[in-house]
T-cell receptor, first 109, second 123 residues
Framework: EIVLTQSSGTLSLSPGERATLSCRAS???????LAWYQQKPGQAPRLLIY???TRATGIPDRFSGSGSGTDFTLTISRLEPEDFAMYYC??????????FGQGTKLEIK | EVQLVQSGSEVKKPGESLKISCNTS????????VGWVRQMPGKGLEWMGI????????RYGPSFQGQVTISVDKSISTAYLQWSSLKASDTAVYYC????????????????WGRGTMITVSS
């Protein structure tokens, strides 16, 4: 079973800054089957990125994903006030079960 | 429009049974896996399991195998999550979500989510 580790528990940044969130897998994620979700308080998660770098429908282009193998990154180029939220990575490679990372909280500095 | 509508909040006592639902619409139910995700109070997302309505192939996360049952009713495009004997530690929000497709890949990310069902288990 692949374990995902999101290294930054909390990231404190200001609007307009660039955010870089990381997700490391305990073994290689085949075919880069890794997704990123955003979750705001009291809301369901929302898919941002799948297959490591493909934006989901309706996601602004300030969100981008990169990486391969065991190291993946979600980048938000210029933070908007509405981007401050929790972010989770999720792998779906190989046969289930799959898993989520423990999350990174992006907070306003 | 694709929608997943979950049943309402529940308050139950330890030892009681429960079945919550996720009614889907706007797509062909039997062609997409559907999954369940747990979020305990103040905690992160946990992958519980997924089911393929076409043949009821079901896969569980190791922490949930034997603890819950995932099922579907194809006739009403609905997925279910059930417990036979609830524990206080089952208190959480439970989300259902559609597993997207990506080209020929049948199991991609969770692309559409329900709003969640809050389950409170307390004596």
């Amino acid at each position: 079973e692949i374990v995902l580790t999101q290294s930054s528990g909390t990231l404190s940044l200001s609007p307009g800054e660039r955010a870089t969130l990381s997700c490391r897998a305990s073994q290689s994620v085949s075919s880069n089957y890794l997704a990123w979700y955003q979750q705001k308080p009291g809301q369901a998660p929302r898919l941002l990125i799948y297959r490591a770098s493909t934006r989901a429908t309706g996601i602004p282009d300030r969100f981008s994903g990169s990486g391969s193998g065991t190291d993946f990154t979600l980048t938000i180029s210029r933070l908007e006030p509405e981007d401050f939220a929790m972010y989770y990575c999720h792998h779906y490679s190989g046969s289930p079960p799959y898993s989520f990372g423990q999350g990174t909280k992006l907070e306003i500095k | 429009e694709v929608q997943l509508v979950q049943s309402g909040s529940e308050v139950k006592k330890p030892g009681e049974s429960l079945k919550i639902s996720c009614n889907t619409s706007g797509y062909k139910f039997i062609n997409y896996w559907v999954g369940w995700v747990r979020q305990m109070p103040g905690k992160g997302l946990e992958w519980m399991g997924i089911i393929y309505p076409g043949d009821s192939d079901t896969r569980y996360g190791p922490s949930f195998q034997g603890q819950v049952t995932i099922s579907v009713d194809k006739s009403i495009s609905t997925a279910y999550l059930q417990w036979s004997s609830l524990k206080a530690s089952d208190t959480a929000v439970y989300y259902c979500a559609r597993v997207g497709r990506d080209g020929y890949i049948q199991r991609s990310a969770f692309d559409i989510w329900g709003r969640g069902t809050m389950i409170t288990v307390s004596s």
